[in-house]
């Protein structure tokens, strides 16, 4: 029985000896790209290699890659889904392809790890027609002949449509953004042997089949409206380092894997309540040891808990683990920090082990004064007589972060119901509360993928420039603390004493625009960070880059430079792309820190 890592050790030296180079993880919070809010897939740093740039590494590159996404966040509980997860992957660029891959991928879960190829099932593609029947993209024969030859028996091989044998970080053909990249995949599921019943299939629902890896093939970038294709015909594999685990363990519980099973046991000792006595107590179980993970993992890399982008995120989890140990009976005895110490044996973790646990008690002690403020609501409600209905039990979420389980829990102890009809009032106005919050967050929450424009990308430029500027004007005090990025408006944050005065924007605004007028061209070089930092480029918030970095330059590298920063990118190439800017807002946000607003749009 190998632990999660053995099984990474043996991923990265079994693809070494197919003669691929590893390449260093990215960080889960990837800073100086507007593009995303996580890292949500090992791809994600490797677009631009995928569509054609040279990697110094070579053609062949393999990683384990903490990930997170937050699409299933809602599913956390059963015995599978997490929101944050470790990813082996390898990537071809341009180099071999489905025969190699599907071959290597087949080897490594038999030979390597010793799984049952017996139990193993795949799925391939079925092919893309567009409303009239004309063939977009094809039948994939090739890897279902492949499969074949490799010994899985055809009824052990499954043909199915976009939705489920595509991959890109948005979703299906139909739901990929200008500029997008994806292909077809192949996914390799292992079998439990049960449930068992008509129809079972792989990507059935009822928990005998897990998806184990998906090599997808990555041929097609999305461009006015359509799939082109790529100039390299590109592989990416995939595989969930936890899921791996279960299947070598031949059991389905993700929780009783090496990565998580401590967190288990170590609620266990603070709850006294066992693991798997019961379905409720066991969904607790599964909802804290994921989220504090997660969360543990956010902060590690300097995230603290707020009410915006990253901090958001994990301001979420952590409000959510406390009120499921809540649940479980843990008030007094134990707290969210005892539960995450189990984590200490991460290197990024014990580092950081101070700040986590600081901004872990300082949230956990808000949250518990928000549910103390929210029975204090209800009790003087029950005491005059009112009825608790669904529209209460909502604008106590809304308004006050009150969980419904907590009003049904408080409701139980007071021998009261909650009728099916207040049930149908709470469910209506979450779903109108959700999709609301869909529709604002879908940008930075779908898969960790945001706008890419051309406007944001000018924009991203534009922050550069503006940073470079306060530094030249106010001196080298002046550092970045944060940025976020539309289409029409970039937000940059820095630190400074006071607010600027008009003259001092003005000057920051002129400075700025006559570097765009210059028409600057701006490139790009890829070396290693202690290089990028001996040869001057900016680079703050370095434990969130990886070994090997981006870096930026607005004139010419080796001689006179406006600006040179490691990012990760995407830039104009010239400066006058991005268009005049101009200052229109800033906020003071609190003890040496200023916030601006800027637009490169003409305003009303």
């Known amino acids: 029985m190998s632990t999660g890592a053995e099984i990474r050790n043996k991923y990265i030296n079994f693809f070494k000896s197919k003669g691929h180079k590893e390449i260093p993880a990215s960080p889960l919070v990837l800073e100086g790209d507007p593009t995303t ?29 903490p ?7 809602e599913e956390v509980g059963d015995n599978r889904h997490t929101t944050f997860f470790e990813m082996l992957g390898n990537w071809s660029l341009g180099d071999y392809f489905k025969e190699e891959q599907l071959s290597w991928c087949l080897e490594f879960f038999t030979k390597e790890l010793g799984i049952d190829k017996n139990k193993l099932w ?8 567009d409303e009239k029947g004309k063939e977009i993209v094809p039948k994939d024969e090739t890897s279902y002949k492949i499969w074949l030859k490799l010994g899985i028996p055809k009824e052990r091989i499954f043909f199915y449509g976009p939705k489920k044998n595509w991959w890109s970080r948005s979703g299906t053909p139909d739901e990929m953004p200008e500029g997008e990249i994806g292909g077809p995949d192949s996914e390799v599921f292992y079998d439990f042997g049960t449930p068992i019943h008509p129809g079972c299939h792989p990507n059935c629902d009822c928990g005998r089949f897990l998806e184990i890896g998906n090599s997808v093939f990555i041929e097609y970038e999305k461009k006015n409206g359509k799939l082109e294709e790529l100039p390299l015909k590109n592989v990416d594999f995939g595989g969930g380092l936890e899921r791996i685990e279960m299947a070598l363990d031949n059991q389905p519980d993700i929780f009783k894997t090496s990565l998580l099973k401590d967190l288990v046991l170590k609620i266990e000792e603070l709850s006294s309540t066992k693991y798997e006595e019961n379905i409720s107590t066991d969904k607790s179980f599964r909802i804290i040891s994921d989220h504090l993970r997660a969360a543990v993992n956010i902060m590690a890399e300097g995230v603290y808990p707020s009410n915006k982008l990253h901090g958001y995120v994990a301001r ?11 649940l479980l009976g843990v008030n007094e005895t134990g707290s969210l920090s005892q539960i995450a110490s189990v984590l200490k044996n991460e290197d990024k973790i014990n580092n950081n082990w101070q700040f986590i646990k600081e901004n872990l008690e300082i949230e956990e002690m808000k949250f518990k004064k928000i549910m103390e403020v929210g029975v204090k609501k209800l009790d003087r409600l029950v005491s005059s007589g009112k009825n608790i209905d669904g529209k209460t039990a909502f604008d106590l979420y809304q ?63 534009a922050t550069h420039l503006i940073h470079a500027s306060l530094r030249k004007i106010f001196g080298d005090t002046v550092s970045q603390k944060g940025s976020n990025i539309t289409a029409e408006r970039l937000r940059f944050d820095f630190s400074f004493p006071r607010k600027l005065t008009d003259e001092e924007i003005g000057k920051v605004e002129k400075m700025v ?30 434990e969130r880059y990886g070994k090997e970095v981006k870096v930026y330059t607005v004139g010419d590298p ?5 600006s040179k920063e490691v990012c990760g990118g995407p830039h104009v190439e010239n400066t006058k792309e991005i268009g005049h800017v101009k200052i229109f807002k800033q906020e003071k946000l609190g003890l040496g820190v200023v916030r601006i607003y800027a637009t490169n749009k003409v305003l009303d």
């Open 513 to 542: 625009n006559e570097v765009i007028d210059k028409g600057l061209p701006v490139v790009f070089e890829t070396k290693s960070l202690d290089e990028a930092i001996s040869e001057g480029a900016l680079h703050f918030f370095a």
């Open 558 to 562: 080796k001689g006179d430079y406006f």
């Open 67 to 73: 990930s997170l996404r937050l699409q299933d966040i």
């Open 316 to 326: 979420r989890l952590i409000r959510k683990s406390v009120f499921h140990l809540f």
């Open 122 to 129: 795949v799925s391939v593609f079925e092919g893309l027609r």
């Open 399 to 461: 308004n006050d972060g009150f969980p419904l389980e907590l009003t049904l829990e408080f409701l139980r102890r007071k021998g009261m119901r909650f009728t099916k009809k207040s049930e149908e009032i709470f469910k209506r106005e979450f779903e109108r509360h959700r999709e609301l919050s869909r529709k604002t967050t879908a940008r930075v929450f779908k898969g960790g993928l945001a706008d890419n424009s051309k406007e944001v990308v000018k924009l991203h430029t």
């Open 37 to 65: 809010l996580f890292t949500s897939a090992g791809m994600q740093p490797l677009i631009p290699y995928l569509k054609g740039e040279e990697h110094p590494k070579g053609r062949r590159l393999c990683d384990v890659q």
